[in-house]
C-alpha cells in the first residue's frame, strides 16, 4: 500500500500536468473503485520511472492490454459511475476513457513507430466517448440524472478526447478522430475566469485552441479532392500560409495574456513548426547538375520561390525555438525530460530532422548555422536522456538522429564538389523539396527517414541480416558523450560529425527492435487456451477471467475480519475528501489487517492484489 501511495503521487507530480484529464483529488482508493482500469493505468504510468521495477511494469503492462482489450471488444456500458457502484474490470465509462488517454499519452515502450500504439488507443478512446454520451453529457435529457460534478468530469474529458486526438494525428501524419463541435469549442472560448465553474482547467482550454488551429491548418492545406494527396493548389498555398500565419499569431497573443506555461508552450510551437512545414510542399529539392535551373523559371515562378525559402528560413527558426524551450524546460527541471510523453519525444525527433534537413541545404549560406548545430546536439541528449528501457525509441531516435545528421553532411560535400563554379551552386538548389508527400505536417520526417532507408538499403539489410549473431552496440558511448557535452558550437560540429559511416551505424539501429510486440503464431493458436497476449503462456501471467471473477474490495476486506490467514489484496484506505482548492491530497491513510503485508518486492505485492488468494 505504500508503493501504490508513492506511485500515485509520482503520477500526480509528475505526469499529471502534461494532460489534467483527471480529478487527482479523488485519491486512489476512490478512483479505484470508480475504474479499476484508470487506476491500473495510473500504476502503471507511475512505474515507468521506478528504479528496479521493470519486470513488474512489464508483467502489469501484459494484464493492462488485457483490461483494455477487454473494455474495447466485450464492454459494460456506465453512463453514470458512481462509486457505490461494483468495481468491475470491464466496466466502459468516462473513467475508461480517461485509462484510454493516459494509455495514449505514455503507450508501452516499442522500438519502432510502426508499433505505437497511440493512433489505434486514441481512436479507442474517441469511439468509446462516444457510446458513453460523453459528446452530449452537457445538453442531452439521456442523462439528465448525472449530477454537475459528473457532467463537468464528462465534458472536461470530451475536451481531452479531441485535444489528444488532433494532437496524436498531427504529430504521425494521419487524419484524426476529432469532433470540434459546441462543446468544444465553447470551453476553448471561455476566459480562465470561467475555468473553475466549467470544471475544465485554463491548461486545457489553452491546449484546445492550440489543437483547434492544428486542425484549421489540416483542413485548409489538405482540402484539395481534385489531388491525390489533398493538397491545395500551388496559386492558392502562398495565400492561405500568410492568411493561417496571421491567425497564429493572434492565437500566440490570446495565450500568451493568460499565463502559459511550459507545456501548452511546447505544444504551440509544435504547431507553428507544423504549419510552416507546409513550405516544403513547393521548393525545388536537385540533386542533379542544371536540373530545374532557376535561371529558366518565368517570374511568377521565381516569385513564388522566394517566398518558399523565406517560408523554409521561418521554419528553420521554429524549429530552433521549439528545441531550445524543451532544452530550457529541462535545464530548469533536469528531471521532466524522463516523465515526458512519447509524442512529445517524436516532436523533438520531428524539429532537429528539419534543422539537420536545411543546414546541408544550398540555403545554408543564410542560415544561423551554429545555432542550429547547437539545438540539433541538444536535441540527441534530449532524446537520450527521455529513454527508460534501453533500445525503445527515444534511446534509438538519439541515435538515428547522429546517423541523419552524418548522412545530409557527406550528401551535401557532394553537391558541392559537383558544382565547379560559384553560378552554378547558386543558380541549382539542393536538399530543400520533399519526395513524401502524404504526412501532411510531418511529410519532411517522413521524408528525412525515406532517405535514411533508401542510403541503408534495406533489401540488401534482410538478405544480409542472417550473418549477425548478436545484436551489436551503434555508438553508445557517442551517445552518452553528447548528453555530457559542454554547450558549445565548436564541440557540437566535432561531436557531430564524428560518424564516419552513417548508413552502417542506421543499419545496426534499425534492425535492433527487442521491445516490440512478439507476433502470435497462427498456427499454434489452436494449442493455446488463451489468444489474450502474445506473453499468456508466461507462469506470471493472471488470465483476465481471473481477475474479472475476484470479489469487490469491500467484500474482501469484510471477509478478512474473520479470517487472519488470508491473504491481503486491496488495503482498505479512508476516503480522502479534497476541496477544489486543495493541491495534491495525501492519498492513502492505511488501516493494517490482522496479518501484516510482508515487506516483499513490490512485484509479489502487486500480483497478490491483482489475483487474491490461490489464483496466478
Not at 45 to 68: D, H, P, Q, W
Not at 149 to 163: A, D, Y
Not at 401 to 407: D, E, H, L, P, T
Not at 501 to 523: C, F, G, M, V, Y
Request: charged share 20%; hydrophobic share 35%; net charge neutral.
Amino acid at each position: 500500500s505504500e508503493d501504490i501511495a508513492e506511485l500515485f503521487q509520482e503520477f500526480a507530480k509528475r505526469y499529471h500536468p502534461f494532460l489534467p484529464v483527471i480529478d487527482i483529488t479523488k485519491g486512489a482508493e476512490r478512483i479505484y473503485r470508480l475504474s479499476p482500469c484508470l487506476f491500473w493505468v495510473i500504476i502503471l504510468t507511475g512505474l515507468r520511472r521506478k528504479f528496479g521495477a521493470t519486470e513488474l511494469m512489464t508483467k502489469l503492462s501484459s494484464m493492462v492490454k488485457s483490461i483494455l482489450a477487454e473494455i474495447t471488444i466485450s464492454p459494460i456500458i456506465r453512463y453514470t459511475p458512481s462509486d457505490s457502484d461494483e468495481p468491475v474490470l470491464n466496466v466502459a465509462s468516462v473513467y475508461s476513457v480517461q485509462a484510454f488517454l493516459l494509455y495514449t499519452f505514455w503507450p508501452p515502450l516499442t522500438s519502432s513507430l510502426s508499433a505505437d500504439t497511440s493512433w489505434n488507443t486514441i481512436g479507442t478512446a474517441m469511439f468509446q466517448a462516444i457510446r458513453v454520451g460523453l459528446n452530449s453529457a452537457e445538453y442531452s435529457r439521456e442523462y439528465a440524472t448525472a449530477n454537475h460534478e459528473l457532467i463537468s468530469e464528462q465534458v472536461r474529458t470530451w475536451v481531452c478526447c479531441n485535444i489528444v486526438s488532433q494532437y496524436i494525428a498531427s504529430s504521425f501524419g494521419f487524419p484524426a478522430y476529432v469532433s470540434f463541435d459546441h462543446t468544444v469549442i465553447n470551453v476553448s472560448r471561455e476566459s480562465p475566469n470561467d475555468a473553475e465553474h466549467s470544471g475544465v482547467p485554463t491548461s486545457i482550454k489553452q491546449m484546445a485552441q492550440i489543437v483547434h488551429f492544428e486542425n484549421q491548418v489540416i483542413n485548409t492545406m489538405n482540402s484539395n479532392p481534385s489531388n491525390a494527396l489533398g493538397i491545395v493548389g500551388s496559386e492558392q498555398k502562398q495565400p492561405l500560409l500568410k492568411v493561417l500565419n496571421q491567425q497564429l499569431t493572434q492565437l500566440e497573443i490570446n495565450l500568451e495574456n493568460n499565463e502559459l506555461d511550459s507545456i501548452r508552450k511546447f505544444l504551440f510551437l509544435v504547431a507553428k513548426a507544423h504549419l510552416l512545414t507546409y513550405y516544403f510542399m513547393d521548393a525545388f529539392s536537385t540533386h542533379k547538375k542544371n536540373d530545374n535551373d532557376i535561371r529558366t523559371l518565368s517570374l511568377s515562378e521565381i516569385e513564388s520561390n522566394f517566398e518558399t525559402k523565406c517560408g523554409l528560413v521561418k521554419v528553420y527558426n521554429a524549429s530552433i525555438d521549439l528545441l531550445t524551450h524543451s532544452t530550457n524546460m529541462w535545464q530548469r527541471d533536469p528531471a521532466v525530460i524522463k516523465y515526458f510523453p512519447g509524442v512529445f519525444v517524436l516532436n523533438i525527433w520531428q524539429a532537429a530532422c528539419i534543422i539537420s534537413k536545411l543546414v546541408h541545404s544550398s540555403l545554408s549560406s543564410v542560415l544561423d548555422v551554429a545555432k542550429g548545430k547547437k539545438a540539433y546536439q541538444d536535441a540527441v541528449s534530449l532524446t537520450f536522456n527521455a529513454s527508460v528501457l534501453k533500445h525503445d525509441m527515444a534511446y534509438r531516435s538519439s541515435g538515428i538522429m547522429r546517423s541523419i545528421w552524418s548522412m545530409f553532411a557527406k550528401m551535401h560535400d557532394d553537391w558541392k564538389k559537383d558544382r565547379v563554379s560559384q553560378d552554378e551552386k547558386f543558380a541549382n538548389d539542393f536538399n530543400l523539396g520533399i519526395s513524401v508527400k502524404s504526412r501532411m505536417s510531418v511529410s519532411v520526417f517522413f521524408d528525412c527517414l525515406y532517405i535514411l532507408r533508401e542510403k541503408c538499403g534495406m533489401a540488401k539489410l534482410k538478405r544480409e541480416s542472417q550473418k549477425y549473431d548478436d545484436d551489436e552496440e551503434y555508438g553508445q558511448e557517442a551517445i552518452q558523450e553528447g548528453s555530457r557535452l559542454e554547450i558549445n558550437g565548436g564541440a557540437h560540429e566535432r561531436r557531430l560529425s564524428e560518424v564516419k559511416d552513417p548508413e552502417e551505424d542506421a543499419r545496426k539501429i534499425i534492425r535492433t527492435i527487442p521491445l516490440d510486440p512478439n507476433p502470435i503464431n497462427a498456427s499454434n493458436a489452436s494449442s493455446n487456451s488463451s489468444l489474450g497476449s502474445p506473453t499468456s503462456q508466461t507462469p506470471d501471467m493472471v488470465l483476465l477471467k481471473d481477475m474479472l471473477s475476484r470479489s469487490s474490495p469491500r467484500e474482501e476486506m469484510a471477509s478478512r475480519k474473520t479470517s487472519s490467514h488470508q491473504l491481503a489484496t486491496l488495503p482498505e484506505a479512508r476516503a480522502v475528501s479534497s476541496g477544489p482548492n486543495t493541491s495534491l491530497p495525501s492519498v492513502f491513510s492505511i488501516r493494517k489487517s490482522q496479518e501484516p503485508i510482508r515487506k516483499a518486492p513490490i512485484a509479489e505485492h502487486m500480483r497478490t492484489m491483482t489475483t487474491g488468494s490461490g489464483s496466478g
